[in-house]
């Protein structure tokens, strides 16, 4: 009897012991539920930020064609224009309608604002076309000018970019999120193991049948959370071609739910990449597009204000030697008036019709002193040429608008105050380098980046082709450009080629 207690205290203690242990195993396993629900969720919120993204993203695209659209309406007066504007518009109403369906409330306030501006900015565009479908072309080119159709554009403009960026930020937080929940998933899986492994070696002592539903256990939880872990480590690095076990998949358990929900973030995060990638290539391809379209015009008003700036010039000149009284600061301000709008002429044509060259060496110090003889430089900016001089390998013509260009940059900095512009010449290896110098303010750091780019410009009289021009140039040559600033100093670098003797 006393080992009958014995064995059953034995089996009681066992028993007990298999209960708590177990007990344990199941609160464990249930303290991850809430954990998967925030996976869940945060798949969710990720889904709804994209989606928003693609939404506005695709409302800019249309309304930049609805832009183009009506200006190429006012150059061909083509009704086929015309009916394609009606549907890109019927389109871009549609987007709207799914756009405030997917918002939440405080979304879909700003999405129901943002619609009645474009339905302002719809109605000014449908004036448009009624004026030049009656001939009034002058008043339709008056109507797209205006200050307020203008902001109400560019508002338009800047507050997608700007919501754009936001849910971009939210989608990032959010799949961070993500992957702190899938450290959390991990944390639970050492403590299962962990847990697992002292239930196994417990009971190893008692039955055989609970080392195999020990092991069965960690089995069953630990294998496909491993196999999740490596599938997040797979997506941190970008890596998207690959499959969830489908043992996973078909488990009827939260694990499975997890590996199904893990699959479809995985394919609904591929495919939203994908179109992102399409967008911006399609915003690349737009952006090529208008600047195609705006150096044809450009090139076609050059040509078009260079023959009657000629005649300028030239009855100017005859007026100068027939009326010497003439007050001298008048004529300084008239030739200077002369010579900018000249440059800012031939900056465009420089920028679009780029010349064949004719490499050979030439006189770096030659070269300067050729393009100061044709520069009209106010008497308070003094112009240090250096002391010694190189040969470079370039175009002369083409080098000459090189230079011409960087001086006229540096006498329009210090128009107002005067000042000192000084250019170096340095030897280095088989290289030349100038640097062009002025003491005026120096470029802003913010607009270091952008000073090369096509029509940029921080002055009211520039046409952002100058500097865009410089960089085809010497690129032309083999060579490269380069500017700091605090002072502003560009930096250009030639290759020399040295010319070669024969021996007879």
Known sequence: MKLQLKILAGYISIIIFFIIVNTLLIINIDSANPVLENLDKGIINLDYSLNLKELTSEILYLRIVLEELTLDYMLTHDDIIKQSYDRTEIKLHLVFDEAIKKSDPEDRIIFENLFETINQIETTEKIFFDLVKEGKDAQALTLLNDKEYHELTESINDFIFIFSNRKQI????????????????????????????????????????????????????????????????????????????????????????LGKSFADMTKSIQEKIELERKLAASEEKIKNERLTAIGNLSLRLAHDLRNPLAVISNDFSLMK??????????????????????????????????????????????????????????????????????????????????FYNLIFNAVQEL???????????????????MEFEDSGLGIPKANLDKVFEPLFTTKQRGTGLGLVSCKNIIEQFGGKISVKTNPTIFTLVFQRKMKTVKNY
Request: glycine content about 4%.
């Open 415 to 433: 128009e107002k105050k005067g000042g000192i512009i000084s250019i170096r010449i340095k030897e280095q290896d088989n290289s030349t380098i």
């Open 170 to 257: 939210q989608s990032e937080d959010v799949f961070s999120s993500l992957v702190d929940i899938t450290n959390h998933i991990k944390e639970n899986k050492n403590n299962l193991n962990n847990l697992a492994n002292f239930t196994i070696y417990s009971i190893v002592l008692v039955v055989a049948l609970s080392i195999i539903t020990g092991f069965f256990l960690s089995r069953s939880i630990s294998k496909p959370i491993i196999k999740l872990k490596l599938a997040t480590d797979l997506i941190r690095q970008g890596q998207f071609d690959f499959q969830i076990d489908s043992t996973i998949k078909k488990s009827n358990d939260e694990i499975g739910e």
């Open 321 to 402: 030697r027939k009326h010497p009284e003439l007050d001298k600061d008048s004529v300084g301000r008239i030739e200077r008036g002369i010579d900018r709008i000249d440059h800012q002429v031939q900056s465009v044509l420089d920028f679009i019709k780029l010349k064949p060259s004719r490499m050979e060496n030439h006189s770096a110090l030659e070269l300067l002193e050729s393009v100061l003889d044709t520069m009209s430089i106010q008497k308070d900016i003094k112009v240090n040429l250096p002391d010694n001089n190189s040969q470079i390998f370039c175009d002369k013509e083409q080098c000459e608008i090189l």
